[in-house]
């Protein structure tokens, strides 16, 4: 079975400034990676994946994510935050076979931005 | 496309009372989840349907809980008796059927039982 980790539970960016959020997985073999955004009060919304392919993807709202199969990792990147961005970020992985597909999700990274 | 539509936005009910949670997943999406938000578990898949056929409820937490999906365009949670520890935020999300587009989230249902 696969696993995600999302080892900062809170990152604080000042509006501007570059972003990371960092994203390790546990499986087998390359899965199906994503990212996924929740402001407050909503629902989570799709931000980019990554099937297989070049290991740098784009997404919405200028975020993108890089995949390095030896770190295990797929941590999401933006070069100048908004205040906008403030939200909840989900990491997710899904296996590429056996059938079922379903992702499992890390417990979040809340991202706090100053202005 | 008004996407995924959940119904109520938020619940307060009594202990023991029974509580019916509503999705209306976006048109054309044949999978449909059900998911239980909590700061102490964080995102739980709780059952999920594929052409309105439940494929896997093992994440459903205890008999209380039951979900259907009568047709394409619905589907109800319920619990009955509800507990207080049952108090968190559920969330519906639909999707074509494989992984390759992602999963369209609800805005979801805040269920408090006091």
């Known amino acids: 079975a696969q696993s995600v980790t999302q080892p900062d539970i809170h990152i604080t960016v000042s509006e501007g400034a570059s972003l990371e959020l960092r994203c390790n997985y546990s499986y087998g073999a390359t899965p199906y990676l994503f990212w996924y955004v929740q402001s407050p009060g909503q629902g989570l919304q799709l931000l980019l994946k990554?099937?297989?392919?070049?290991?740098l993807v784009q997404g919405i709202k200028g975020f993108e994510a890089e995949f390095k199969r030896s770190q295990s990792s797929f941590n999401l990147r933006k070069p100048s935050v908004h205040w906008s961005d403030a939200a909840e970020y989900f990491c997710?992985?899904?296996?590429?076979?056996?059938?079922?597909?379903?992702?499992?999700f890390g417990r979040g990274t809340s991202l706090i931005v100053h202005p | 496309d008004a996407g995924v539509i959940q119904s109520p936005r938020h619940e307060v009910t009594e202990m023991g009372q029974e509580v019916t949670l509503r999705c209306k997943p976006i048109s054309g999406h044949n999978s449909l989840f059900w998911y239980r938000q909590t700061m102490m578990r964080g995102l739980e898949l709780l059952i999920y349907?594929?052409?309105?056929?439940?494929?896997?409820d093992s994440g459903m937490p205890e008999d209380r809980f039951s979900a259907k999906m009568p047709n394409a365009s619905f589907s109800t949670l319920k619990i009955q008796p509800s507990e207080p520890r049952d108090s968190a935020v559920y969330f519906c999300?639909?999707?074509?059927?494989?992984?390759?587009?992602?999963?369209?989230f609800g805005s979801g249902t805040r269920l408090t039982v006091v």
């Open positions: 990554y099937f297989s392919g070049d290991t």
């Open positions: 999300a639909s999707s074509l059927k494989g992984i390759h587009y992602g999963y369209t």
């Open positions: 997710a992985v899904a296996p590429t076979s056996g059938g079922s597909y379903i992702p499992t």
């Open positions: 349907f594929n052409n309105n056929v439940p494929i896997d």
